[in-house]
T-cell receptor, first 115, second 112 residues
Framework: ETGVTQSPTHLIKTRGQQVTLRCSSQ?????VSWYQQALGQGPQFIFQ???????GRGNFPPRFSGLQFPNYSSELNVNALELDDSALYLC??????????????FGEGSRLTVL | GNSVTQMEGPVTLSEEAFLTINCTYT??????LFWYVQYPGEGLQLLLK?????DKGSNKGFEATYRKETTSFHLEKGSVQVSDSAVYFC???????????FGTGTSLTVIP
């Protein structure tokens, strides 16, 4: 069984640039969620994708956007990068919508540094 | 509101000491509760979970009991090892919607 994989693992960007992060979900999982984890903090929900559509969004501005592909993999795009966007971005997959008894399976994350 | 509050760290223990990391939650209804562990440089791994009141989740010597009356899910281990050094996150599932709520994490260092 293949776990959740993310790329790239580390990247450095400058303020104002754009970034795309990628995630392959665990085999058999059709839902992908993205979380932002700032240094010393817990993960914060960005959004979730199910059946190639956004299905719930946290308190993040529209310059955070995403896609899900027919094979359930996903991308997170961030435009007009700001210094505060520096964080570990975690992708998590699950079976169906992450409901009451669902659990999340996380990748190792993409660490973004904005200079 | 919907939140998870956990004991602030960092926590430093000697090997074989007893560990407790407190976690309380607020929620409407009865969410599932989780403990995730994050080793240095890695993503989060599920440590244990409980899906209803009075359930006890356990794994690798760690335990946590879902206490509805105190809205708590404290993590315990009777005898910690150096390899348990990591950051531990308490989390709850959504009642509706899709957003899991995480605590801020508690860093544990176990010294030989």
């Amino acid at each position: 069984e293949t776990g959740v994989t993310q790329s790239p693992t580390h990247l450095i960007k400058t303020r104002g640039q754009q970034v795309t992060l990628r995630c392959s979900s665990q085999s058999g999982h059709n839902t992908v969620s993205w979380y932002q984890q700032a240094l010393g903090q817990g993960p914060q929900f960005i959004f979730q994708y199910y059946r190639e559509e956004e299905n719930g969004r946290g308190n993040f501005p529209p310059r955070f956007s995403g896609l899900q592909f027919p094979n359930y993999s996903s991308e997170l795009n961030v435009n007009a990068l700001e210094l505060d966007d520096s964080a570990l971005y975690l992708c998590a997959s699950s079976i169906g919508l992450a409901g009451v008894i669902g659990e999340l399976f996380f990748g190792e994350g993409s660490r973004l540094t904005v200079l | 509101g919907n939140s998870v509050t956990q004991m602030e760290g960092p926590v430093t223990l000697s090997e074989e000491a007893f560990l407790t990391i407190n976690c309380t939650y607020t929620a409407t209804g009865y969410p599932s509760l989780f403990w995730y562990v994050q080793y240095p440089g890695e993503g989060l791994q599920l440590l244990l979970k409980a899906t209803k009141a009075d359930d006890k989740g356990s794994n690798k010597g760690f335990e946590a009991t879902y206490r509805k009356e105190t809205t708590s899910f404290h993590l315990e281990k009777g005898s910690v090892q150096v390899s348990d050094s990591a950051v531990y996150f308490c989390a709850r599932s959504p009642n509706t919607g899709n957003q899991f709520y995480f605590g801020t994490g508690t860093s544990l260092t176990v010294i030989p």
